[in-house]
């Protein structure tokens, strides 16, 4: 234990010097980055491990609510984003959950195979892009590891006695994570609905049950997440849909065109159905990314030439002319030259 503090103490020191752990831009997280400990690593359904994150100090953490993530740099370098599935009103903690993913980038499979309690991760935030919010009623439906940032919505409506309903989806039971949980989990109603018991869900069905003028919180697949806004804007507008993606946007009305990477000379096109930054990738595999999603800022680089099609919800005005969010924004031409 002497050994990990010390390690912490050196890193957290060297990087406070380097201006690494000042304040943060309000606008986009709050907390710091800080280095943690791994305190428990505990396997909750198949293929999904959860981290219990704790302050080698022992210092309290940043205060957050429901909907909350993080940033976490792994050793390798890449950035990945992980919901807090703990408890808010435990400030000495945080906890993340994460599903293997065979066919990902390799960010899951760090995470469950090189990982270990004891280890020291740095991490960034919590940040929220998924608010919860007062209500007179809540409907959750979570699809998989969906569930992880509304589980702590769920353990807080019913701390303050809230009406709940969570529509629990997945493979199987054993595959679910967090189900003895959410059964402690009082004055609401728990549907599991594991498609091995109860085969496809029929999705609009399901969403067109909400209370008139709940808010409803999806998290899950995408067609999860648009049947819920589909259905929920032709029959309630009184309702207010709140959804949280784990996978890239989809591409939508992009045409193709040509990247230049200036440091490299390389030229790479871009098909009308896939990103810049994928197409970036197949150049250059270690570019920086996280989100996929246009909010988190990991993707921004520089533009030395070419008009840009904005699609993020991130830079400001000041930046739109001499940088973009590769993994959302587009050419508005044919062509774009990035620092790269």
Known sequence: MAGLLDAYKRTFTSEATAGLLSRPNPVRRTGFDVWLRIDARVIEAEDVVSLTLRSPAGADLPSWIPGAHLDVFLPSGRQRQYSLTGD????TTYRIAVRYLADGDGGSREMHDDL??????RIRGPRNAFTYIDAPEYLFVAGGIGITPILPMVTEC???GAPWRLIYLGRSRASMPFLHELERCRGGTLEVRPDDEFGGPDLDALVAEAPRGAAVYVCGPPPL???????LSATDPTASVHTE???PLP????DPFRITLRRSGTTVDVGGDESALSAILRAVPGAAFSCRQGFCGTCKTRVLAGEIDHRDRLLPDSDRDSAMLTCVSRALGDDLVLDL
Request: aromatic residues 4%; without cysteine; glycine residues 8%.
């Open 116 to 121: 270990r309690e004891g280890d020291l991760l």
């Open 88 to 91: 808010p009103a435990d400030r």
């Open 225 to 231: 997440m648009e049947s819920a806004r589909r259905v």
């Open 158 to 160: 019913a701390r303050r």
């Open 245 to 247: 993606r784990f996978s």
């Open 251 to 254: 591409v939508q009305d992009g």
